[in-house]
């Protein structure tokens, strides 16, 4: 076996991204044991893909101490390839102190971690503003394999999971919505109404799911709304995902989670370019992009996301898809 070590230890949208690069790789050369170092809140995901043999945990308000020590365990392997597919000072550091025949870095790094690299992976044609996915699958050609993506992820099962609440209703799964986001202008304030909508005229069962809890006070019929924000693990996350219809997101990790597992997705979009940070592939029959008009999340109305995704569903069923009757108000 070969070893390889990955450096991407945070955040979520990233690592999946870069578990994809990994399942590309490994679809194509299944000889490869992947390590990764990953920051502690991320570990119980990275921990249970099926592509990833060993986590190294590194501990982000763990000092400098917790940083040696990590720096050490890592030491105790040599590698036959390091990637360093984030790009900060901090992880170039890393890359460096590893044992590797060889280290490959971004071709668009931060913070100067350029200068720790001994080779680089050259950016895609769109250069640095192409699509992250894009970037780290320029990584696949140094090692001798294609720069294209992998089926879906798989992750191990890791938690005994009652997801009773996930049984469809009038035979349809249900909508997974993710109303909250990382940061506050990429997050849309119409999730409340959208589920009402969803529920009482298209009569679809709609669950909430965030690690942050967030309410929802629209008054809606028994046994139609689940409200999972602050109570979804990491690991439960893609259980939730896989049980759904539709997932419809803030420009998230959950988002880019969706999307790798093959979900048909939804992504609602304002400031930030779609082009660099939509669900990708972006020509996939599964992604889909909802832009608020002139980039300002505060002009996107609920009955124009409703009316999309109606239309959108309807495609998506080869234009057969007809509307169950509402619920009574």
Same mark, same amino acid.
């Given at each position: 076996?070969?070893?390889?070590?990955?450096?991407?230890?945070?955040?979520?949208?990233?690592?999946?991204?870069?578990?994809?690069?990994?399942?590309?790789?490994?679809?194509?050369?299944?000889?490869?044991?992947?390590?990764?170092?990953?920051?502690?809140? @991320?570990? $119980? %995901?990275?921990? =249970?893909?099926?592509?990833?043999?060993?986590? *190294?945990? /590194? #501990?982000?308000?763990?000092?400098?101490?917790?940083?040696?020590?990590?720096?050490?365990?890592?030491?105790?392997?040599?590698?036959?390839?390091?990637?360093?597919?984030?790009?900060?000072?901090?992880?170039?550091?890393?890359?460096?102190?590893?044992?590797?025949?060889?280290?490959?870095?971004?071709?668009?790094?931060?913070?100067?971690?350029?200068?720790?690299?001994?080779?680089?992976?050259?950016?895609?044609?769109?250069?640095?503003?192409?699509?992250?996915?894009?970037?780290?699958?320029? @990584?696949? $050609? %140094?090692?001798? =394999?294609?720069?294209?993506?992998?089926?879906? *992820?798989? /992750? #191990?099962?890791?938690?005994?999971?009652?997801?009773?609440?996930?049984?469809?209703?009038?035979?349809?799964?249900?909508?997974?919505?993710?109303?909250?986001?990382?940061?506050?202008?990429?997050?849309?304030?119409?999730?409340?109404?959208?589920?009402?909508?969803?529920?009482?005229?298209?009569?679809?069962?709609?669950?909430?799911?965030?690690?942050?809890?967030?309410?929802?006070?629209?008054?809606?019929?028994?046994?139609?709304?689940?409200?999972?924000?602050?109570?979804?693990?990491?690991?439960?996350?893609?259980?939730?995902?896989?049980?759904?219809?539709?997932?419809?997101?803030?420009?998230?990790?959950?988002?880019?989670?969706?999307?790798?597992?093959?979900?048909?997705?939804?992504?609602?979009?304002?400031?930030?370019?779609?082009?660099?940070?939509?669900?990708?592939?972006?020509?996939?029959?599964?992604?889909?992009?909802?832009?608020?008009?002139?980039?300002?999340?505060?002009?996107?109305?609920?009955?124009?996301?409703?009316?999309?995704?109606?239309?959108?569903?309807?495609?998506?069923?080869?234009?057969?898809?007809?509307?169950?009757?509402?619920?009574?108000?």
């Amino acid at each position: 076996m070969r070893e390889l070590l990955i450096i991407q230890t945070s955040p979520l949208g990233d690592i999946v991204h870069s578990l994809r690069l990994v399942a590309a790789l490994r679809a194509q050369q299944p000889d490869w044991r992947v390590s990764w170092i990953v920051q502690d809140i @991320f570990a $119980p %995901l990275v921990r =249970a893909s099926t592509v990833v043999d060993q986590i *190294l945990v /590194f #501990r982000r308000f763990g000092g400098v101490g917790s940083f040696l020590a990590l720096m050490k365990e890592v030491r105790q392997r040599k590698y036959d390839v390091v990637l360093d597919l984030q790009g900060l000072l901090r992880s170039g550091l890393m890359l460096k102190w590893a044992r590797a025949h060889r280290k490959i870095g971004r071709s668009d790094p931060r913070e100067w971690a350029g200068w720790l690299y001994e080779e680089k992976a050259p950016l895609p044609p769109g250069g640095p503003q192409s699509h992250l996915m894009d970037i780290l699958l320029q @990584f696949c $050609p %140094l090692l001798n =394999a294609r720069p294209e993506l992998a089926a879906p *992820l798989q /992750f #191990r099962s890791m938690e005994q999971l009652n997801l009773g609440f996930m049984q469809p209703l009038r035979g349809l799964q249900p909508v997974l919505l993710f109303p909250d986001s990382r940061r506050e202008r990429t997050k849309w304030g119409g999730f409340a109404p959208l589920t009402a909508l969803l529920i009482r005229e298209m009569g679809r069962k709609v669950v909430w799911a965030g690690s942050k809890y967030l309410p929802c006070r629209e008054s809606l019929p028994d046994g139609t709304f689940v409200n999972l924000t602050g109570n979804t693990s990491l690991v439960s996350l893609t259980a939730l995902i896989n049980r759904a219809d539709w997932v419809i997101s803030n420009d998230s990790g959950a988002m880019h989670l969706a999307t790798a597992l093959g979900v048909k997705t939804i992504g609602i979009f304002g400031p930030t370019d779609s082009q660099r940070y939509g669900p990708y592939p972006l020509n996939s029959p599964t992604n889909h992009v909802i832009k608020a008009p002139l980039g300002d999340l505060h002009l996107l109305a609920v009955k124009d996301v409703l009316e999309r995704f109606r239309r959108i569903e309807a495609v998506s069923r080869g234009g057969t898809y007809q509307s169950v009757a509402p619920f009574a108000r």
